[in-house]
């Protein structure tokens, strides 16, 4: 059970997180430098920090997808191979609802992950 008072600071760096948020966003439509034209200089790609952060989501994601989809082979080849003992089947049947469960789990996530980019992006396009 967590304790009131650390469900109290949780409550306040969440909030006190949604109350900096839109200052921070307000400044970037300022004019403040990024460094970008530096790091093109310097020859490393001129990509803003929330184009990496989306790349780099996506990669986990289509990571964890494929772990996902490996243990549900894995899972059917355990349901081939059990022979007739039930233990084994049932193993196997575990380990195919597990990564069939997180299969829709990491579905529901990318398709939260694209409708949250969408909408920054929508929402960036009309204050700059």
Known sequence: MVSPKRRLAVSLVFVLFLVLLPSASSAQTQGIDLGL??????????????????????AALGFVGLVMVMRILYGGLLMMTHGGCEENRAE?????????????????????????????????????
Do not use: C, W
């Not at 575990?94 to 409708?115: D, N, P, R, Y």
């Open 92 to 128: 196997a049947i575990e380990v195919i609802k597990g990564a069939v469960i997180g299969v829709i789990i990491i579905m529901t996530s990318s398709a939260l992950v694209q409708f949250i980019v969408n909408a920054v992006a929508d929402t960036a396009q009309t204050y700059l």
């Open 37 to 58: 034209v530096y790091a093109g200089g310097i020859g490393l790609p001129m990509l803003d920090i929330r184009e990496i952060a989306v790349r780099v989501i996506r």
